[in-house]
């Protein structure tokens, strides 16, 4: 969107800094009456706040339905991404991420959709590079907690840490970092040399799932290509495979 000095609505003029600014206060008030929703949820000891709970009986109730339709041989699970953690230690948006894996649990527990998938970017900006390693740490820990390994993960370019900056080595997030804080327990799973990028069957419903990395520069290397190849053909017989 782009705004120029004024906008002309219904032959008057409206300054747009007194626009802006009003704006800034309803997202403020907004964001104070989610804190003290979540303050009170947790007096009550709630894993998640009470206004979740009407949306995730219709989300319920829409999965059973699909996981009826799709039968037995149906491949379903959870895909949750771009949780942007703004700040650690509880502030921010924190722990509204972390809710991400007690709603899915949630669903997990009442439908047939076992495996929750996350697509990445649980961080947001260029955090220090220990506040970032916490914040993926807390996270993916919380994620193992409720799902173990029913819990896969791929990389964001926010998860990088160097959106602002991408030549700040300091603050980088390794692709060793992201292997030990996300994928190193998939006991299943392929990775591929260098942990960037791996594959998982299920060969329940015959299905191979592959996660691919899009580097540091949003491109996919010919070694990647190569190793896509190789477990493209390599793929058992009747087998349908979904790329992420």
């Not at 980088?172 to 292997?179: E, K, M, Q």
């Not at 799932?209 to 290509?225: E, K, P």
Request: charged share 25%; with cysteine; net charge negative.
């Amino acid at each position: 969107i782009v705004i120029t000095e004024t906008v002309e609505d219904q032959g008057e003029e409206l300054d747009v800094e007194d626009a802006i600014a009003t704006l800034k206060q309803s997202w403020a008030l907004i964001d104070d009456v989610y804190r003290e929703i979540q303050r009170i949820d947790d007096q009550l000891g709630n894993e998640y706040p009470s206004y979740y709970d009407s949306k995730l009986e219709d989300v319920i109730a829409t999965v059973r339905a699909k996981n009826l339709l799709s039968g037995r041989k149906g491949a379903s699970f959870i895909f949750s991404t771009d949780q942007h953690v703004n700040n650690a230690g509880g502030t921010g948006n924190y722990k509204y991420a972390g809710y991400t894996v007690v709603l899915a649990n949630e669903i997990a527990k009442k439908t047939n959709n076992k495996t929750l998938i996350l697509g990445g970017d649980v961080l947001t900006k260029d955090h220090e590079h220990d506040e970032a390693i916490g914040i993926l740490r807390d996270f993916y820990q919380n994620a193992w907690n409720f799902f173990g390994n029913r819990m896969r993960a791929m990389k964001g370019n926010h998860d990088l840490n160097v959106i602002t900056d991408p030549g700040d080595t300091d603050k980088l997030i390794t692709d060793a970092d992201l292997f030990a804080l996300a994928f190193k327990p998939f006991e299943d799973a392929v990775i591929s040399d260098g942990n960037k990028y791996y594959y998982w069957d299920d060969a329940n419903v015959n299905l191979r799932y592959v996660v691919l990395d899009f580097g540091t520069d949003a491109t996919y290397s010919d070694d990647q290509l190569t190793w896509l190849h190789h477990v493209l053909t390599d793929t058992p017989e009747g087998c349908s495979v979904i790329v992420f």
